[in-house]
């Protein structure tokens, strides 16, 4: 048999969440100095262009509340009581002016009681307890007054009661007090652990009309009885003493007996004593002129601590938070079903981040880019690269086809990245093949990817090339950490993508210098230390190129300061501010020795350093190598233009790029 339900889950024609828009936000804040798990917090907590973020739900849960407490107060039932009251003291007075026939003795002193009465509503009404009303529309607002209080009494912990005791017979009034009892021997057979299953289902069966929230266990009976005693005791702890005064000592006129505060005093502190871990002592400041009645009251406190409980899901600031936490139907009942949908998208953008294998946990159990998202980020920089170097913002990217060595006559299955030229009749034969296996039709033939066979050529090292990138304290200080360190990863894209026979290596130098794989320097915090050890970055950098010995050496540097740093015969590093000469005299020395080794040099300065300019430019000029003064924005541009324009098998294809050629590409 079939079961529907509303459809809740926002628009179904709504495209699907935006991975690439959520990557790249991420992959920015790692670069800054995030971890990844923080990085996607801060991404859905700000949300995205076209998705509202956490921040923004967290603002209206915020808003909710503030306007809860600035439109009501707590004096609702009282007010209620008060206009009651009145309304039967002015038709009893009525009546003792109008009836000729009674004593003018009883009638002085009935007005006297009526002049008499106390100013405090709950004092009036106990007064009036043993008044003998000669009026019989005044005798039904005192007691409309008494079955007023046993409804909101009831309402603070049934929800709905008000409503459905109005106008209730004395068996009604038997059929509560009964299921009270009823439920306060369940609740302490409970507590001593000597109920069954079967003692709720005999409860249940007899007064569930009372529950239409339809409980299905004990525990879930005691979690909603909790929740609206504690708001109610809440509530009382938010009145003003004088308040609380009142309304306790006109509770004992309740249905005209004290037996109803007796069992709802039971039943609480049976309440408390189960469920201890709710909310039993806070308090609110209600400050609006909208009276609310016991019931409502009650109703607005666990309104408001549902919005307590969404803005500490909203934070995600506990330990192991996920978006899963958020309860989607409080959500929706608090700020209504648009919110619950885009609650519901950043989960399902969550769990997809987390599934779909661009955040991958390391062994020691830290939340990392994978290598899936390396590459994926690395695409986005390239093309933003491609747009720069070619000027033609929003123009297609255009491929142009070329092999990476010679043709060997061997063939194998494709791989991503792979630039080989496709062997179309091995490819063909390959879906041919398996179309048979797979029982359908001859014709027509569809390649699936993995069908395609690519023609192997012979792996030849075209260049090797070193970027050092400057990880001084300053580049931290000035914001080049991450235009940095977006260099390097679309550096190492197009190499590892297009250009997979050369040898890259990144060397970070900062008070001294050292390898690192891109994973590495991508996820690299800002260093603190002083020190710029070009020296020991160049040691680096000649020890790749003498690895690689027919390979051209390709030499980039980005730096945005002078050396102050240089490693000792000992290994220990030599730090001094301005530079000392040996400092500079061993930079030189090392820079010569790239010379030697036949490198393309080319300096990278950040920064508008006079000082620095002469030094970077002479020490370019020494080994006639060049020096580029690129905006942060423009970083990647010029490192990857430079990389391209130093290879000669594409020069002449692409142009030197100092002298404007503006030939690139990147995958789709």
Known sequence: ???????????????????????????????????????????????????????????????????????????GTMREVRELLDKAVL?????????????????????????QLPSSTAAAVSELASYDWQSSEAREAYEEIKDLLGRELLDQRFAGMKQALEGATDEDRAAVNEMLGDLNELLEKHAQGADTEQDFRDFMDKHGDFFPEDPQDIDELLDSLAQRAAAAQRMMNSMTPEQRAELMELSQQAFGSPELMEQLARMDANL????????????????????????????????????DRLADQLSQSYG???????DLDALARQLGDQAAVDARTLTELERALRDSGYLQRGSDGELRLSPKAMRQLGRALLRDVATRMSGRQGQRETRHAGAAGDLSGATRAWEFGDTEPWDVTRSITNAIVRTAGEGGPALPVRLRIDDIEVQETEARTQAAVALLVDTSFSMAMDGRWVPMKRTALALHQLVSSRFRGDALQLIAFGRHAQVMEIEQLTALDA??????????????????????????????????GEPTAHLEADGEVFFDYPPHPVTIANAVRELDNSQRLGAQTTFFRLGEDPGLARFIESMARRVDGQMVSPELDDLGAAVVGSYLGSRSSYRDHFGDWMDGGRGFWVED
Do not use: C
């Open 1 to 75: 048999m079939s079961r529907y339900r509303r459809y809740d889950g926002g628009d179904p024609l709504a495209p699907p969440v935006d991975l690439a828009e959520a990557l790249d936000h991420i992959g920015q804040d790692v670069m800054a100095g995030y971890s990844p798990e923080r990085a996607m917090r801060e991404f859905l907590r700000r949300g995205g262009q076209d998705q509202r973020g956490l921040d923004d739900l967290a603002r209206q849960v915020a808003e909710r509340r503030r306007d809860i407490l600035r439109r009501h107060d707590l004096d």
């Open 272 to 307: 408390q004593s189960l469920r201890p871990g709710e909310d039993w002592g806070g308090s609110e400041d209600f400050q609006g002129d909208q009276g609310l009645g016991l019931g409502d009251g009650t109703g607005a406190l666990q309104d408001l601590a549902d919005l």
């Open 91 to 115: 038709a009893e007075r009525g009546q003792l002016a109008r009836d000729v026939v009674m004593d003018d003795d009883d009638r002085t002193f009935r007005e006297m009681q009526l002049d």
């Open 527 to 560: 260093q603190w230390e002083k020190g710029t050890n070009l020296h020991h970055g160049l040691l680096l950098a000649n020890r790749h190129f003498r690895k690689h010995p027919n390979a051209q050496p390709v030499l980039l540097v980005v730096t945005d």
């Open 320 to 326: 192991g938070a996920r978006m899963d936490d958020v």
